[in-house]
């Protein structure tokens, strides 16, 4: 039996809920600032009890805590949580910054609880074949890889928390980190070496470049945060990788992928979405590209349609660690390594120089 308690009952929540059921895990309690969020949420899904997060700290029948709330929280549940004994299902991005992360990753070893984060697209069906195909070695040494969510229009609404720096860390840079840390999984999660980035936020304030989702809006607040961020990573192993990411920015479309050149094949995971951005009309594909026998083969992989994008299947997962003893799709050390990432890239974007690590 495993007892967990979601503390966020936002647009999230739902997802949790789902991939912690599914792997037999039982939802015991919600929580949420806003107790109409959390009353309305637990009627939906027949949750029994609603408290405050202090109750679900306290309740020694709590095993494990799923925090699903703005950006800002992240880090200071997360360790109130391990420090209570609470194992912790967290939301992306893992915290505001590398010094916040380390911080939880020292909560959590210290109490020797788990720790684990949303990053759900590892979960995806796409990119557990693609992970086969690198474990087996028929992928060889990741040289080189490009991680793209572009969005054209897709600012998640005016003045609510995913505009307000202080509340949300940043725009799409750390909102989107998604194809990033994938691309870091394909390549085995290397220590960075050095970083050129470069940030811009023409059109952040401009309500034609609105998504077809998010948050309500909020008259009188200005939306300070980026909307696009591109830049070059180079690793002390000698790989390299090249991102870009943007809410807000005048490209053809919605893309959202990882491709990557390997010593022994290439590939790409790519979810194409409709020009409405919406999950259920995009479309995902899965290559490899080889060379055998002298001519040039592309293997198309073809896996099972998924519309959570893995969000299900990976809080499943979490429960399955604590159940089952499975192997975690992901690690607080390598969030670790992807906050630094993203904090150098904000400091190369202010300076106007590359970052050494
Ligand atoms: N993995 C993904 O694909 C994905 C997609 C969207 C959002 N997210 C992340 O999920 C998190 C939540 O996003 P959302 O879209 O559900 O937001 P939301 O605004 O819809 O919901 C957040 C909920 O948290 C509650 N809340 C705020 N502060 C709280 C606190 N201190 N304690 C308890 N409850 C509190 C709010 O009242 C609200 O009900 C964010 O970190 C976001 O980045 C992840």
Redesign the pocket.
């Known amino acids: 039996m495993l007892n967990i308690a979601i ?7 739902a997802y949790h809920y789902k991939g912690f059921v599914a792997a037999g895990a039982t939802v015991v309690a919600v ?4 107790i109409k ?1 959390a009353e309305r949420f637990a009627t939906q899904y027949g949750i029994k009890r609603v408290m405050t ?1 202090e109750e679900a700290l306290a309740d020694t029948s709590i095993d494990a805590i799923s925090i ?4 800002k ?2 880090h200071p ?1 997360t360790v109130a949580a391990l420090d209570a004994g609470k194992n912790v299902y967290c ?3 893992p915290a505001l910054n590398a010094h916040e992360m380390l911080d939880m990753l020292s909560a959590a070893r210290k109490n020797d609880k788990l720790l684990m984060f ?1 990053f ?1 697209n590892r979960a995806r069906p796409e990119s557990q074949a693609i992970k086969s195909y690198i474990d087996a070695g028929e992928v060889g040494r990741i040289n080189s890889a490009q991680a793209f969510w572009i969005r054209r229009a897709g600012i998640p609404g005016f003045g ?2 995913f505009t307000q720096k202080n509340l949300s860390g940043g725009g799409p840079l750390i ?1 989107l980190p ?1 194809m990033l840390d994938l691309a870091l999984y394909f390549m085995g999660y290397p220590e960075p070496a050095q970083l050129l980035g470069v940030t811009y936020n023409d059109f952040i304030n401009d309500s034609a470049f609105k998504g077809p989702w998010g ?1 309500a809006d909020v008259a009188g607040v200005v939306n300070d945060v980026e909307a696009a961020a591109h830049a070059m990573i180079t690793f002390r192993t000698g790989q390299s990788l090249m991102m870009r990411c943007s809410w807000a920015e005048l490209n053809e479309r919605e893309l959202v992928s990882v491709t990557f050149q390997g010593t022994k094949a290439g590939g790409k995971v790519e979810r194409l979405f409709g020009i409405d951005g919406i999950d259920s009309t995009s479309q995902d594909s899965c290559m490899l590209f080889t060379q055998q026998h002298g001519r040039q083969v592309n293997l198309n992989v073809t896996v099972q349609p998924d519309e959570s ?1 893995g ?1 299900i299947e990976n809080a499943a997962n979490f429960a399955r660690v604590l159940m089952n003893g499975e192997e975690p799709y992901n690690k607080p050390e390598q969030a670790l390594i992807l906050m630094r990432i993203i904090d150098a890239l904000y400091k190369s974007a202010s300076t106007g120089k590359a970052v050494e690590f």
């Open positions: 503390a966020g009952a936002g647009g999230m929540a929580c949420d600032v806003n969020n997060f699903i709330t703005p950006n929280f992240h549940m939301e992306k991005p949303d759900n609510g928390w909102d998604h948050l994008m969000r």
